[in-house]
């Protein structure tokens, strides 16, 4: 529990405060409409889905007030730098910002869905009462006007026989916005969904941006006040007195007609200040795009990886940080996130994009298709972002894990610690580092062979071979591969990378890494730092918990996920 508690226990207190907030306010919310005497009567006509129709709404300002917040890139970046004085835990907070965002979208969908279903019967309920099926009070009650001459205010927004559920759904602002707004969340939830932001990104892409037309349409959803509350009358209307003779109102004393008033729309108090703030978000991002940007060198590597080295005036990262890129000539609005593989000691920065979906496929043909010598197309930076990969040399032991691509931001802070080590830097606090890399194919290995090869090189002549603990694993092969692999099997290097250090073949046994590394820093602090699937990464995370050290004294280990 100790252990879980400290790679856990700050997200599980932030989750319970979310939740807590939640039913907060909708249980206040439930029984203020549910027991409210100001809504005695609109209850009459609409029974108990009145509060099931608010309560949500309540819940929903307040996650709509929060959804926008999680994807303010240049906000978390703000404040990661802010928390620097805050410790690592309150940073790592950042890294789940599109975990927390989904959270909240699953939220606005399910108070959605009973809001509306709500709301549809208010809607059913409305026009019964108009039609008098529910008693003289609820009839009387319908039929109140607005009226000048009778100082009356109506409460029931069905004015004719005439009118359908359908169509009240459909002729007021309320129903009008409601109905937008639905199907907008509902395009965006399900175009959502794994497998399609996958395999089509540019539908996700394009129906995310609905997020527009459902801000515009909650913004005006409340401004038909349809939900009306009972208002305090001069002399007062006694409803316990008055209620069982609705005929005699007006004329009897204590029983003035009752008088009604829409409540004051209160969704866009909620939601005005994170819309501002990401307004300045897409107006930051829209002068980087108009920033030149311009190329130092384009390679193709083996397995389809492009490797692209720009130049941006004023550009400043860190280690493992994330840029946005937007290649007009391929669309205009899709921004693709990529992390830096280059240093920050280097003059330039650069990225490694792999041949995944229609965007980036077509960048390469792009590419490959240039005349020798050739610009390559105009290409616009966002950026650069934080990622749990910045707090690498905050560990004294740092453990590097990289799947197949998932390996750059990892190139990125191996090549920092080659400058550093050249340039003597006094300030490294690292004090050794364990490097995994898992890959399905031999061609991926070799982009980044040539760095493994210098770091190995330099450590040995610092006499610092113990720093960089670096093994690879080759997860697919062929008989083939296996067949020359036996026969080169006595070289000093390995046949694949022409590294010392031999590949594997397989997946490392984590329990046995993980034993290692406690053995041989039995009073360090370690971070564990992933840039890979969901699945290696639940299972690094319970490796964490297990081999955390209760006693402060000894191995801790601290588990970090790139997210984007």
């Given at each position: 529990?100790?252990n879980?508690?400290i790679n856990?226990?700050?997200s ?11 039913i ?10 549910d027991q409210?005497?100001q809504f005695?009567?609109t209850r009459?006509l609409?029974?108990?889905?009145l509060?099931?129709?608010r309560?949500p709404?309540?819940?929903?300002n ?9 994807v ?16 690592r835990?309150?940073?790592?907070q950042l ?10 979208a699953y939220?606005?969908a ?10 549809l019967?208010?809607a ?5 009462s ?7 009070l ?9 009226s000048?001459?009778l ?21 007021t ?5 409601g109905?937008?707004i639905?199907l907008?969340l ?5 175009s959502s969904m794994?497998v ?5 990104f540019e ?19 409340g401004?038909g006040r349809?939900?009306r ?6 002399p007062?209307?006694n409803?316990s007195f008055?209620?069982?003779q609705?005929?005699?109102?007006g ?6 007609i009752p008088?009604?008033a829409?409540?004051f729309?209160?969704?866009?108090m909620w939601v005005i ?6 307004l300045?978000e897409?107006?930051l ?13 384009i390679?193709i590597?083996p397995s389809k990886?492009?490797e692209?080295q ?8 860190a280690?493992?940080?994330y840029?946005?890129l937007n290649c ?5 609005l ?13 003059d330039f920065?650069s990225v ?10 077509n960048?390469i043909?792009?590419v ?14 966002d950026?650069p ?7 690498v040399?905050?560990y004294?032991v740092?453990m590097?894990?990289?799947a ?12 920092s610690?080659?400058?550093k ?8 606090r ?9 890959c399905r194919?031999t061609?991926?290995?070799?982009w980044?062979?040539?760095l ?6 330099e450590m040995e ?7 960089l603990t670096?093994?690879l694993?080759?997860?697919?092969w062929?008989?083939?591969h296996v ?5 080169h099997?006595?070289k000093?290097?390995?046949i ?13 046994n984590w329990?046995?890494?993980f034993?290692q590394v ?6 360090s602090?370690?971070g ?19 081999y955390s050290d ?7 280990f601290?588990?970090n996920k790139?997210?984007?």
């Amino acid at each position: 529990m100790s252990n879980w508690i400290i790679n856990h226990g700050l997200s599980a207190f932030i989750l319970v405060v979310w939740m807590g907030i939640n039913i907060f306010l909708f249980v206040y919310y439930y029984l203020f409409y549910d027991q409210g005497p100001q809504f005695e009567y609109t209850r009459e006509l609409l029974g108990s889905a009145l509060p099931w129709a608010r309560a949500p709404a309540a819940v929903l300002n307040f996650n709509c007030m929060l959804i926008l917040l999680p994807v303010c890139r240049n906000l978390l970046s703000l404040l990661r730098g802010s928390f620097i004085c805050c410790g690592r835990t309150m940073r790592k907070q950042l890294d789940k910002n599109l975990t927390f965002h989904k959270l909240v979208a699953y939220m606005i969908a399910l108070m959605t869905a009973v809001h509306t279903v709500a709301h549809l019967l208010n809607a059913e309920w409305y026009t019964n009462s108009f039609q008098g099926l529910y008693g003289p009070l609820a009839s009387k009650l319908s039929m109140l006007d607005d009226s000048v001459e009778l100082n009356t205010t109506y409460l029931n927004p069905v004015r004719s026989n005439s009118t359908t559920p359908t169509l009240l759904v459909f002729t007021t602002i309320a129903g009008l916005t409601g109905v937008v707004i639905t199907l907008a969340l509902i395009l965006m939830i399900t175009s959502s969904m794994e497998v399609i932001r996958r395999s089509y990104f540019e539908v996700f892409w394009y129906t995310h941006h609905l997020f527009i037309i459902f801000f515009a349409g909650l913004v005006f959803h409340g401004a038909g006040r349809i939900v009306r509350s009972q208002q305090v009358t001069d002399p007062p209307h006694n409803n316990s007195f008055c209620e069982d003779q609705p005929e005699s109102w007006g004329n009897l004393t204590g029983c003035p007609i009752p008088q009604f008033a829409g409540g004051f729309p209160q969704t866009w108090m909620w939601v005005i200040g994170p819309m501002i703030i990401y307004l300045c978000e897409r107006l930051l991002r829209f002068i980087r795009y108009m920033q030149p940007v311009s190329y130092r060198k384009i390679v193709i590597r083996p397995s389809k990886v492009l490797e692209l080295q720009l130049v941006k005036p004023g550009f400043k990262m860190a280690v493992g940080q994330y840029v946005f890129l937007n290649c007009p000539a391929i669309s205009q609005l899709e921004w693709h996130p990529f992390t830096m593989t280059s240093a920050p000691e280097e003059d330039f920065f650069s990225v490694h994009i792999r041949s995944v979906g229609d965007w980036t496929e077509n960048l390469i043909k792009m590419v490959e298709n240039l005349p020798e010598g050739g610009q390559g197309p105009k290409m616009a930076v966002d950026g650069p972002f934080g990622t749990a990969s910045e707090d690498v040399f905050d560990y004294e032991v740092s453990m590097l894990v990289g799947a197949g691509i998932g390996v750059t931001p990892f190139a990125s802070i191996l090549k920092s610690i080659w400058y550093k080590f050249k340039d003597s830097d006094p300030k490294l606090r690292t004090k050794r580092i364990y490097f995994y890399w898992l890959c399905r194919e031999t061609y991926a290995f070799e982009w980044f062979a040539d760095l493994l090869q210098v770091l190995e090189r330099e450590m040995e002549e610092r006499g610092m071979r113990d720093f960089l603990t670096y093994k690879l694993y080759l997860t697919g092969w062929d008989q083939s591969h296996v067949n020359h692999a036996m026969v080169h099997f006595d070289k000093d290097t390995d046949i694949i990378t022409g590294l010392k250090q031999k590949t594997s073949y397989g997946r490392p046994n984590w329990d046995k890494e993980f034993e290692q590394v406690k053995q041989e820093n039995p009073s360090s602090v370690v971070g564990t730092f992933l840039c890979g699937p969901q699945a290696l990464a639940k299972d690094l995370e319970k490796k964490c918990v297990k081999y955390s050290d209760v006693d402060p004294r000894k191995t801790k280990f601290y588990f970090n996920k790139e997210n984007f």
